[in-house]
């Protein structure tokens, strides 16, 4: 039951052998009995999945998954989920792919689950000892709103929703029924993080320290942020109505 590091990427060419390289070292050393990094590209022009697939030959753990059409963060993550628990992985984790999440962390997130019994660790911009560099005072304004919207409207107690930091044991992801998942860009994190709680997992947020990425283009937009402030309330509606109609098919 190995460890899977799931890394979606598009354009970042500039990024993704440094990370790959990076988060290879780490998890040779949390993980001395095996691992896997899967990259998954959505077909990014600027040479991103040649890149990987180098990585690739070289280094016997990573794999690369690639995708002909660009759809979005959620898909893209949940096809990397599928392959990886179809591989057999027992913890799965996700993380960005430009270096505004440290891969000296996947060690802590992964102790988290693996060591310290948690079923889904979520790396923690929010909580003590968290934080964010490098960013606008809008930007952080948007972010805490937007976690602090969500942690409202869904009745969690959890300070920071929207990151996509995080290490899932197995069973969480078998239990939220990947095929169900609705949302496809910033609601994504916060859908994956309710239904784990909707399920009875036990989630822990460890605290990481998020900076602005240095190289590429970030892939936020307002467009983005929007389609979260209209989902998040039917997310509710729509989770609750299947965990009814689950009870109902179970009885």
């Not at 102790?111 to 560099?133: I, K, T």
Request: proline content about 4%; hydrophobic content about 45%.
């Amino acid at each position: 039951m190995l460890p899977w590091l799931v890394l979606p990427t598009y354009d970042e060419a500039p990024n993704v052998e440094g990370v790959v390289r990076a988060a290879h070292g780490v998890l040779s050393r949390a993980a001395p009995e095996g691992f896997r990094i899967l990259v998954v590209d959505d077909d990014s022009p600027d040479g991103t999945g040649a890149i990987a697939d180098r990585l690739a030959g070289e280094l016997p753990e990573v794999g690369v998954l690639h995708r002909a059409v660009r759809e979005g963060l959620g898909p893209a993550y949940l096809a990397g989920f599928a392959h990886a628990l179809d591989a057999g992985a027992g913890y799965v984790m996700e993380m960005d792919a430009d270096f505004s999440h440290d891969p000296a962390d996947l060690a802590r997130l992964l102790g988290a689950v693996r060591d310290a019994g948690a079923d889904l660790a979520l790396g923690s911009r929010y909580v003590r000892g968290g934080g964010v560099e490098d960013w606008s005072l809008l930007r952080r304004l948007v972010s805490r709103g937007g976690s602090l919207y969500a942690a409202l409207m869904l009745g969690l107690r959890i300070r920071d929703l929207t990151g996509g930091f995080k290490c899932f044991r197995r069973e969480v992801l078998e239990a939220i029924d990947l095929s169900t998942v609705r949302s496809k860009g910033y609601a994504f994190q916060v859908e994956l993080t309710y239904r784990a709680v909707r399920r009875g997992f036990r989630v822990v947020e460890v605290p990481i320290v998020f900076r602005d990425r240095v190289r590429g283009r970030s892939k936020m937009s307002w467009r983005i942020a929007a389609e979260a402030v209209v989902l998040v309330p039917r997310l509710r509606r729509f989770i609750l109505y299947s965990d009814r109609a689950t009870t109902d098919e179970e009885h």
